[in-house]
């Protein structure tokens, strides 16, 4: 080391030394003073750089010392100041403080505590209905793109409002993937607008041809269609509909073409399983994103298909009056068909069973008509048998339903315990803040008004504690939430599981519009911005205040 | 006995260098030459001692013209009769047996 380095690195011991007195807390300052001065007395630079991070490790003790001393201290109060005669601060201390606010939001940091508010805060975005967050599924859609990921981009295709971004995910998904084809037909929603959901059941007739799923949702389109234009002169009745429909000989076609089809697949599970494999993949998911796009599902008219099969059973009878046994046949084993087709579905997706079973009745129903018009007895008591079957199938499948139903209310309690708790955090984190936020910045707040310096000291020493308490009864308000989006994303508890969610959901959103009609959110988020800029506004105000009163004597 | 401290091989070598001439001042590095200890750990022990009274403090007048005045340190009376209880004690255990030996050649 020359002359030069070694006296620079003189120098920089020392200087280092005086800065380190410069912050040094003040009731040790005299021994970072002591460690300076001494630092004056070496000569040998490498000694002196080895005293100058000795004293940084002195410092950091000292400091730590003090910040330990600073926290034990109640909230508000100064290094040697004494408490305000009278008109005392906060009486906890800022180590409790501290402590109670990093327990609750450790709790709310755990994995179940970011579900329940992401869960709780889209229950709350939405409060005109359940709708996707269109930031998530444009973040989720661009990265998608970059990745070439033709599931999330499914994902993104089934669940947007976007239109013209469905129509481009959706293609390139099933250019990427072709077994995702079924999309097409997911996609095409109830038929708000016919254009859109005509391109969509056009390519979903294209991709699966031998599906009668495509073409029950054209059927969809004629019944909305005949509706609007009966409309034009009167309401119409259904029975009015049915006339118009069954006297409409496209109608007909477009029937007959659903009752032959070979295969009925909804593709409701493919459609299931691809949202729980993209929330698995991305749990950061609002359950009002991932939600919306299977509630959507194409669910085919149940109306038509029992108006068609009744049609049916009518012709058949018909036939077999006029002696055309073989047609009459035909007809009722095409009612049937779709019937046992739907319930096989059901059995591997859980949906659309009470439909199927509905046509199976009907066409059992007409074998039994058509069985004892024919004097085949034994035949027709097996059909009336089976008839009786079905029918019992159908009030089991009844019962199922009305057990899911009374878990709601249950769910409706978790749902009040939920958000008022959640609101109570709010309250809670948002009090403690502004009462340790004055307290700290102007520690003599309100000593003209001691009545209102108690006051905010009660807040204070009990807001963090509200905060906790608070946090501590909203998970476990949300426990029963967060067992279902568990066992939604794991796939385990069989059938049903998109209904139970949405219900779960729905009880968390029906406390929003309870609380504050359907502008809670509105309200609710207005409400806190307010405080939030208060608060901001008056923390500015007193430090500007207390800038200008420091600087005021050197000018 | 006076006030207990836990006696580190560190202080147990500060309390001998400063008994070698009890009443007169010792500035923190002289200390640490003798000893050999690094500053970051001979002052929180000097912190301790005299926050516990065994050790007084002083300001001496600057010397040097343009160099800061320096600290200086020597055991207080009660401190020096503690000090020497805590030593003999300290001798019973390992590192005192050690330090003893070291201090005595």
């Known amino acids: 080391m020359n002359e030069t380095s070694q006296s620079l690195v003189l120098r920089w011991a020392r200087w280092q030394t005086r800065v380190l007195v410069s912050v040094w807390p003040e009731e040790s300052r005299d021994w970072g003073e002591a460690i300076a001065s001494e630092a004056e007395e070496i000569e040998q630079p490498l000694q002196a750089l080895s005293w100058a991070l000795g004293g940084v490790t002195v410092y950091l003790r000292a400091m730590g010392g003090h910040l330990w001393e600073w926290l034990k201290m109640p909230v508000g109060q100064r290094d040697g100041a004494a408490p305000l005669a009278g008109a005392p601060g906060p009486r906890r201390s800022r180590l409790f403080t501290a402590l109670v606010l990093a327990c609750a939001a450790g709790l709310l940091c755990l994995p179940e505590g970011r579900e329940a508010i992401r869960t709780v805060r889209a229950s709350w975005q939405d409060y005109a209905e359940i709708g996707p967050s269109q930031g998530e599924l444009e973040k989720l859609a661009a990265r998608a793109k970059k990745e070439n990921d033709a599931q999330t981009m499914a994902f993104v295709a089934l669940s947007t409002d976007d239109e013209k971004q469905a129509t481009e995910l959706a293609d390139r998904a099933v250019k990427l993937e072709p077994r995702l084809f079924w999309i097409y037909e997911a996609r095409s929603f109830w038929p708000t607008d016919s254009a859109v959901a005509k391109d969509w059941i056009a390519k979903a007739e294209a991709a699966d041809p031998q599906n009668a799923v495509p073409y029950l949702r054209a059927a969809r389109m004629m019944v909305e269609r005949t509706y609007a234009e009966l409309g034009k002169q009167h309401s119409p009745t259904e029975p009015e509909v049915n006339q118009a429909l069954v006297s409409n000989p496209e109608w007909g076609k477009l029937m007959d073409k659903i009752f032959r089809a070979p295969i009925y697949n909804s593709f409701s599970r493919e459609h299931e399983e691809l949202n729980r494999e993209v929330w698995r993949r991305n749990p950061q998911l609002l359950i009002g994103t991932v939600l919306p796009g299977l509630l959507r599902h194409a669910i085919p008219d149940v109306r038509a298909l029992e108006w068609y099969a009744k049609e049916l059973v009518k012709q058949a009878e018909q036939r077999r009056v006029a002696g055309q046994l073989e047609k009459a046949q035909d007809l009722l084993k095409e009612a049937q068909g779709l019937g046992e087709r739907m319930e096989e579905d059901a059995k591997r997706e859980g949906w659309f069973q009470g439909m199927g079973l509905s046509l199976e009745r009907e066409s059992t129903l007409g074998w039994k008509e058509f069985y004892e018009g024919t004097g085949q007895t034994a035949k027709a008591q097996e059909a009336r048998q089976r008839a009786a079957q079905i029918e019992e199938r159908g009030a089991a499948l009844v019962q199922d339903a009305e057990r899911r139903w009374r878990e709601r209310p249950r769910l409706e309690r978790n749902g009040w315990v939920v958000q008022l708790s959640g609101l109570a955090m709010i309250l809670g984190v948002l009090a403690a803040g502004l009462g340790v936020g004055l307290f700290e910045i102007w520690p003599a707040i309100g000593k003209r008004v001691p009545r209102a310096r108690r006051a905010l000291s009660l807040l204070t020493d009990f807001a963090p504690g509200l905060f906790l308490a608070a946090s501590a009864v909203f998970m476990w308000g949300f426990l029963p939430y967060e067992r279902l989006i568990a066992a939604f994303r794991e796939g385990s508890s069989g059938t049903g599981e998109v209904m139970r969610l949405s219900s779960a959901f729905w009880s968390l959103q029906d406390v929003t519009w309870r609380i504050g009609g359907a502008d809670a959110a509105v309200l609710g988020w207005t409400l806190l911005t307010v405080v939030l800029s208060l608060l901001v506004a008056l923390i500015m105000g007193r430090m500007a205040y207390r800038a200008m009163h420091r600087t005021a004597p050197q000018a | ?105």
Request: hydrophobic share 40%.
């Open chain 2, 1 to 105: 006995m006076g006030l207990r401290i836990r006696l580190s091989r560190q202080t147990v070598e500060i309390l001998q260098m400063l008994l070698v001439r009890p009443g007169q001042w010792q500035h923190g590095y002289a200390i640490s030459k003798a000893t050999e200890i690094a500053s970051g750990t001979l002052y929180p022990i000097l912190m301790r001692l005299e926050k516990l009274g065994w050790l007084e403090t002083s300001w001496e007048d600057a010397r040097v013209q343009g160099r800061p005045p320096r600290h200086r340190y020597r055991l207080t009376p009660n401190g020096r009769g503690w000090a020497k209880e805590e030593l003999l004690a300290a001798r019973e255990t390992k590192f005192g047996k050690v330090a003893a030996r070291e201090a005595h050649g």
